[in-house]
T-cell receptor, first 114, second 114 residues
């Protein structure tokens, strides 16, 4: 799976949009970009994923650049409950023998402040 | 509500006393997996299961056993727990083993082995 690079920490004001960047310059054409978050030792929570097109769901939007070398997770109106560590994961297609394990890096610690 | 349920959430026990951590999912998922999370080491996969009666080792299987007798359950068994198995454990599941399938995690089980 391709390596990802994220800033270690970010702050965001409550009610504003939180834009979390992720670089994945070695991504292959068939690798998906996934975002998870973990709120203080709770189970990682799936947020969104995409391959080429931008994606939106009830939690967030995912913007993937045209060359697919970077992406941005957008939380449109951050709340205090969005304070968490956010992980960007690039996931390769799985062939025979693959474990299916997700490789979590260090992520970005997002602090939403009142 | 779709969910992955782990029990117990917290357990303090002593070296050598067999214990089982249960994991159950209500989404009819084929793929299930166990991870442990330790400070500075991220999440590491212990065992995974592609379907009923199909299990395989992950990256750190030593000291653990699993079984998959029915689709919804994937218990993690520590036959003779040792202090180095003190950790935060997460069970995860997905529809099947595919890169376009998000994994959903339980809330975690914090084990302390004295």
């Amino acid at each position: 799976d391709a390596k990802t690079t994220q800033p270690p920490s970010m702050d965001c004001a409550e009610g504003r949009a939180a834009n979390l960047p992720c670089n994945h310059s070695t991504i292959s054409g068939n690798e998906y970009v996934y975002w998870y978050r973990q709120i203080h030792s709770q189970g990682p929570q799936y947020i969104i994923h995409g391959l080429k097109n931008n994606e939106t769901n009830e939690m967030a939007s995912l913007i993937i650049t045209e060359d697919r070398k970077s992406s941005t997770l957008i939380l449109p109106h951050a709340t205090l409950r969005d304070t968490a560590v956010y992980y960007c994961i690039v996931r390769a297609p799985l062939g025979g023998g693959s474990q299916g394990n997700l490789i979590f890096g260090k992520g970005t610690k997002l602090s939403v402040k009142p | 509500e779709a969910q992955v349920t782990q029990n117990p959430r917290y357990l303090i026990t002593v070296t050598g006393k067999k214990l089982t951590v249960t994991c159950s999912q209500n989404m009819n998922h084929e793929y299930m997996s166990w991870y442990r999370q330790d400070p500075g080491l991220g999440l590491r996969q212990i065992y995974y299961s592609m379907n009923v009666e199909v299990t395989d080792k992950g990256d750190v299987p030593e000291g653990y056993k699993v079984s998959r007798k029915e689709k919804r359950n994937f218990p993690l068994i520590l036959e003779s727990p040792s202090p180095n198995q003190t950790s935060l454990y997460f069970c995860a599941s997905s529809q099947h083993l595919g890169s376009n399938q998000p994994q959903h995690f339980g809330d975690g089980t914090r084990l302390s082995i004295l």
